[in-house]
């Protein structure tokens, strides 16, 4: 596959960056379309799709594998048919969800395979590996045709579901859909990575959007929560319309929670507020206090929250960018800038205080995409550690999957944008 035209400049951290002239540090890797932090970071291009690829997630199986699954356009049909092939606001069949697997720690990658042979078009994968198991589930949204619809603004919202492996990820179960016991009917959508709590309870971040709503979208954040390994289920904190938003918005998406152990979980949200808003459970994912917002700056995108080897030390990947303050709707080209860079802040508390953002990459392709959605896109990264290497799944430019890699003790030697800033100018606009 040949290589992407590049930018000649870019702007990072404010500052226009000439690519033939980076601060020391920074590099450019030409496969990857990318402006690194660190020359410890490198990485590959595991699949172009022929027009898109959606939500890259990635876990290591129980028997040592990594895989790695998304959606993407395998469905046969004329250009025009799937130009979009993401299953929101679809009437018909435009995607498979596809699985890689890589037998050596990610230096090589076999694929892609079809996972799930099923009439539907397919979500992101969402893996959970309970303590203790060699199963693998598979949750996300199920736009299942008979329980879903595109009218009223309700494209989006599907039944929630999952699917379990007990082969290491080679085959997988018939669906089974989630229907809480105080809202059974529930319709949304569950795309970020959920969590086991210390007792066995699941917890899952789902939201309903209704883009019926003028101007801009309506959306409310909840989790899913079972205490019997997924028989039976809650929606929290309320029944529908009754989740979690930011007033000013009307909205809150993408929830990621995550344990933190002894009956502490920590939710962090998509909103459009400029920065992630998070809120804390301290009873096992029953109770939550009021959603707040972090001082982690961000645009309308999701979370990407991790834990590093040590199992307490979480790591937010972040845009820490926000230009648009107007921003509410996804067709803005300025707000889908604010998704080209990336960068990294530590929490060695549970999310109560952040260490300063370093850099960790940004695009470098040039806008050669009709679809100005498509260009700066670097976010929904997905990311798990495996003896000291942090490994990052990166769905760049919604066309092509990136796998890169650095050790985690590389990351508190990332540079702050102050340590980016000499010889490079302040940008006059917001634009790359």
């Keep these: 596959m040949p290589s992407l035209p590049l930018l000649k400049e870019t702007t990072i951290a404010d500052r226009v960056m000439d690519l033939d002239r980076l601060p ?16 410890a970071l490198s990485g590959q291009v595991v699949y172009t799709a022929a027009r898109n690829l959606f939500e890259t997630r ?6 040592g594998d990594y895989l790695l699954m998304f959606p993407t356009d395998t469905t046969q049909l004329p250009t025009a048919e799937y130009d979009w092939c993401h299953y929101g606001g679809h009437d018909h069949k435009v995607n498979d969800m596809v699985a890689f697997r890589s037998c050596d720690q990610g230096k ?11 009439d539907y078009n397919q979500h992101g994968f969402v893996p959970l590996i309970p303590r203790g198991s060699k199963r693998i589930y598979a949750f996300g949204t199920q736009p299942v045709w008979d329980l879903f619809t595109t009218e009223r603004g309700q494209g989006e919202n599907a039944p929630i579901g999952y699917r379990y492996s007990d082969d290491d990820g080679h085959h997988w179960s018939e669906v089974r859909l989630i229907r809480p016991q105080n809202d059974p009917d529930f319709r949304g959508m569950s ?12 917890v899952l971040g789902t939201h309903e959007g209704d883009w019926s709503y003028r101007p801009g979208v ?49 939710l962090m949200t998509r909103t459009c507020e400029g920065r992630l808003w998070a809120t804390r459970s301290l009873d096992d994912g029953k109770t939550w206090e009021d959603p707040a917002p972090t001082p982690l700056v961000h645009p309308d995108a999701p979370p990407m929250l991790f834990h590093l080897a040590d199992g307490k030390t979480l790591a937010a990947f972040h845009h820490n960018r ?7 709707n996804l067709g803005d080209n300025l707000g889908m800038k604010d998704r080209s860079e990336i960068w990294v802040s530590l929490s060695s508390d549970g999310g109560r205080s952040w260490s300063v953002p370093r850099f960790v990459l940004a695009n470098a392709a040039a806008p050669t995409l009709a679809n100005g959605w498509f260009n700066w896109q670097c976010s929904y990264l997905d990311a798990f550690t495996d003896n000291g290497l942090l490994h990052l799944f990166v769905p760049h ?11 985690e003790t590389e990351l508190t030697r990332l540079p702050t944008a102050p340590e980016l800033q000499p010889g490079c100018r302040a940008a006059t606009s917001c634009s790359n």
């Design 322 to 328: 926000h230009h648009d303050l107007n921003y509410v």
């Design 397 to 407: 430019r919604w066309q092509r999957c990136l796998h890169l890699q650095l050790p």
């Design 218 to 266: 309506m959306s409310r954040q909840y989790v899913l929560r079972s205490e019997d390994q997924g028989r039976t289920w809650t929606l929290l904190p309320h029944p529908r319309h009754g989740g979690w938003r930011v007033p000013q918005y009307n909205r809150m998406d993408e929830g990621r929670p995550i344990n933190l152990s002894g009956g502490e979980v920590y």
């Design 24 to 39: 020391s540090g920074l590099r450019v890797d030409g496969n990857l379309a990318l402006v690194l932090g660190s020359p």
């Design 108 to 118: 090589t990658w076999q694929g892609p395979t079809v996972a799930f042979d099923i």
């Design 58 to 63: 990635a876990t290591k199986t129980p028997g």
């Design 191 to 202: 795309v970020m990575r959920m969590c086991e709590t210390d007792s066995g309870a699941w």
